[in-house]
Every structure is written in structure tokens, then in C-alpha cells.
């Protein structure tokens, strides 16, 4: 699943691209990714419109235009890509949404399993959707303090706490395995049993995680390619995900994994996290 850190990669390198340029025409080739809006709608009132941004909340890129926003939600497979030239036959078997550009340029929506969601909101609706979601981890109004003090009223184990895009948004599996595991914490032990100081140590370290993963454009995920196609650099640096059996990286201990938190696997060393 692309989690924060691919979005906000997708984002950044769109951005100078797309500002300023005018949506010539659109298709769309499958509407069940379609929420709130139907196909025609969405297809006639894309048409003549200007990008003015493209920013990021959560794990939705949102393509601002002079009337409304297109809010992406990547789905497992899902990513925004500029084609520069003609698509292939398959590259054109997997582009749910295309959008020709004024400078030549095709925009596309790329979803192999089409399991994302496209939304066509008013500001003022898009006000009302993201007033539901939790605080963005990087926000720096966000602190430890704040970030511990609402961890520590749960008694859910903390991965699943972390998790939770109430609490925040844009940890998911792979971040949340990986800053507890550089914060030293066991995953399920209850976030309200952990001290204080742990917990500030985790924010500092999912901040850190996902800063690095930005910085390197995004964990690697199979069928995940960043906007020129490359796939992201992390994978390599992962601790923890997907390295159930494998020796910790820190003390050679053999790594376990549970599906015990929740309904997927967690990976963790039982000896570096406590
Ligand atoms: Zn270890």
C-alpha cells in the first residue's frame, strides 16, 4: 500500500509539473474507483480546467484546479504518473484515469487492481472530508508531547494505536513495524504501559522514519513506481517489514511475527523491543 511517504513523493515531484497547466480533455476507464461523483460529471467538468496545486493529506494527493479538487487515494497498486510519450499497450491497460495536458503531456491515474478512489470535491467539501481525519505526523505543531500524551490514554497495543488514522494519519504497516522497532517498544504491549519518555522517543522516530523514506522517495512495494517509473529506494533499509525469520539487523536474533495486533502481520525482534 502506498503509505505517506510514496504519496508525498508522487506530490513533490508533480507539482512543478503540473502547475499551471490546463486539462485539455479526460477519460476514464473503470468509475467503480469513483466516489461521490459519477463518470460523466467527472469527465465533462475535468475538461478546460486549470491545475493551480498539488499537495498531500494523508495518503490522498490532491490535484487542486481553479474550481474543484481531485482528491487520489492510491490504492495497493495505485500511483499518479506524467507520461512524456505515448503509453504502451499495458501502460495503457492499467490507466484508469487520463488527462490530457496543454503541454502534451498525458496525466494518468495508474491502478493495476483499481482499488483506489478518485473524489471531485468543492474546497468547501474537501474542508468537511479532511476534518475527519487525525493530524499529519509531520505537522510540527504535532509534537512529542502532544503525540505522547494521546497515545498514552489507550490501552490498545500500540502498533494498533499508531495505526489508526484518528490518531494520526499515514503510519501504516511498515512505518509503524519500523519506528517501534527503532524506539525499542514491543508492538503489542498496551500504549497506556509504556513510559512517557518511549513514547516521545517513537514520535521522534516515525518522524525521522518517514522523513528518510521521503528522502529516498518511497518504499519499494511490488507493482509501486514512483512518477518517472523507478521504484522507491528504501526497501533495502527496511529493519523489520517483511523480514519475519531473518536475523535482526541490530542483535542476529531470529525475527518473529504475529497477526495477533491486528488482522496483519507484525514483524519484531522479542529481544531489542520490550
Ligand atoms: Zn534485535
Known amino acids: 500500500m502506498p503509505e ?9 515531484q508533480l507539482r512543478p509539473q503540473l502547475v499551471g497547466r490546463a486539462i485539455l480533455s479526460a477519460r476514464l476507464s473503470h468509475d467503480n474507483l469513483l466516489s461521490g461523483v459519477t463518470k460523466p460529471t467527472l469527465i465533462k467538468q475535468l475538461k478546460q480546467r486549470v491545475i493551480t496545486d498539488v499537495t498531500r493529506r494523508a495518503k490522498h494527493a490532491l490535484v487542486h484546479t481553479d474550481t474543484k479538487i481531485l482528491a487520489v487515494q492510491p490504492g495497493m497498486t495505485g500511483a499518479l504518473i506524467l507520461y512524456r510519450k505515448p503509453m504502451s499497450t499495458e501502460e495503457v491497460k492499467y490507466a484508469v484515469l487520463r488527462c490530457e ?3 502534451g503531456a498525458e496525466l494518468v491515474y495508474r491502478d493495476v487492481r483499481r482499488i483506489g478512489t478518485l473524489r471531485w470535491l468543492t474546497p468547501k467539501d474537501w474542508q468537511a472530508y479532511q476534518d475527519g481525519l ?12 502532544i503525540f505522547a500524551n494521546r497515545l498514552a490514554k489507550s490501552r490498545a497495543a500500540i502498533k494498533k494505536v499508531l495505526m489508526d ?5 499515514g503510519v501504516g504497516n511498515i512505518y509503524a513495524a519500523e519506528a517501534l522497532f ?3 517498544i514491543d508492538p503489542s504491549k498496551p500504549a497506556n504501559e509504556v513510559e512517557p519518555s518511549r513514547l516521545a522517543r517513537l514520535h521522534d522516530e516515525v518522524v525521522r522514519i518517514l522523513e528518510l523514506s521521503i ?15 523507478d521504484k522507491g529506494g528504501f526497501q ?4 523489520v517489514y517483511g523480514r519475519e525469520g531473518e536475523p535482526c539487523r541490530v542483535c542476529g536474533t531470529r525475527l518473529a511475527s504475529t497477526h495477533e495486533i491486528d488482522a496483519r502481520s507484525t514483524v519484531f525482534c522479542w529481544r531489542c523491543q520490550s
Open 4 to 12: 505517506l511517504p510514496e504519496v508525498e513523493t508522487l506530490v513533490r
Open 101 to 103: 495536458l496543454d503541454d
Open 134 to 145: 487525525g493530524p499529519e505526523p509531520l505537522d510540527p505543531e504535532f509534537t512529542a508531547e
Open 165 to 169: 488514522q484518528r490518531f494520526v494519519v
Open 182 to 184: 527503532a524506539a525499542g
Open 215 to 229: 528522502a529516498a522517495e518511497g518504499t519499494s512495494f511490488r507493482d509501486y513506481v514512483t512518477t518517472t517509473g
Open 236 to 239: 533495502l533499509e527496511l529493519m
